[in-house]
């Protein structure tokens, strides 16, 4: 399973800041109730929505949070395959559509479920921290809290625990998974198994570079579609990552630095591509 990352939640929060701030809902309807949470009616989904106005829209590590002119909020965590569309009122529902909210101008946004693993909670301001994860959970958003490579390294070395697993831990770093961190390791010229305290300066900084280096360009980009984890933005245009990438599902052909062919492993349970130039 390839769940989103933090490029592709912070490009459909972008869009979605774009194209719906100021915008009155006109109706809104649960279709598949599975998704949603503390809604146990479909005509409970619009009970606290029709009517308001969208205010802002945020982002908690990877839940997007839609902020209401009426102290309401629809928080949204997308699972496996799950994806925001906004299209015309008069365009038929695809088959994954759970939810459906139409405004009074602009159509409608869509949220598709196919897996049945996302979340949509309408909670109220007081409530909004009852809907995200624990916060022991929500590791370090380098987006909406920069470090400076120093902070970063003190970071990093308080842990004894290989690269792979702790770039992708929720609880260090927010939306870091398989497709970056395999990335952001081979940028940097490190391995997966490395311990984080046995980095040199020199290696925390690389680190640190490409961290920032690649998780910028992804979102620069709008993020990654591949085969195995489609994404599209809320206009159904793909990530252009994927024409960047350096190691992610290239078993097999030339390394950029080595000329030798990437290599594939699994190591604790995800997926590795990496080359003999990582040390």
């Not at 405004?103 to 409608?108: P, S, V």
């Not at 952001?184 to 305290?197: E, K, M, N, P, V």
Request: net charge negative; charged share 30%; aromatic share 6%.
């Amino acid at each position: 399973m390839i769940n989103l990352e933090l490029p592709e939640i912070e490009t459909l929060r972008r869009d979605l800041e774009r194209d719906i701030v100021g915008r009155k809902i006109k109706s809104a309807e649960a279709i598949v109730l599975k998704s949603f949470d503390g809604i146990k009616t479909k005509a409970d989904f619009g009970k606290n929505l029709v009517g308001a106005k969208v205010e802002a829209v945020g982002r908690s590590g990877l839940a997007i949070i839609i902020t209401l002119d009426n102290e309401y909020n629809i928080v949204v965590q997308l699972g496996e395959n799950g994806r925001l569309e906004k299209v015309p009122t008069r365009e038929d529902n695809a088959s994954d559509i759970v939810a459906v909210i139409t405004f009074t101008q602009t159509g409608d946004l869509r949220i598709g479920d196919k897996k049945g693993s996302s979340s949509i909670h309408v909670v109220h301001d007081d409530d909004v921290e009852s809907a995200l994860p624990p916060p022991e959970e929500r590791g370090l958003d380098l987006l909406e809290s920069p470090l400076s490579w120093v902070d970063f390294g003190r970071l990093v070395v308080n842990y004894d625990t290989p690269l792979k697993l702790m770039l992708t831990d929720p609880a260090v770093f927010v939306g870091i998974g398989d497709v970056y961190s395999n990335e952001i390791l081979f940028d940097a010229g490190l391995r997966h198994d490395r311990s984080s305290s046995s980095l040199s300066t020199q290696e925390i900084r690389r680190l640190y570079r490409s961290v920032v280096g690649i998780m910028h360009d992804a979102i620069k980009y709008r993020g990654t579609s591949l085969e195995e984890r489609p994404f599209t933005d809320l206009h159904g245009e793909p990530g252009e990552y994927a024409d960047h990438l350096a190691v992610f599902g290239k078993t097999g052909q030339l390394s950029p630095r080595s000329r030798e062919p990437i290599r594939k492993t699994s190591f604790k349970h995800q997926v590795v591509y990496y080359c003999n130039t990582q040390v």
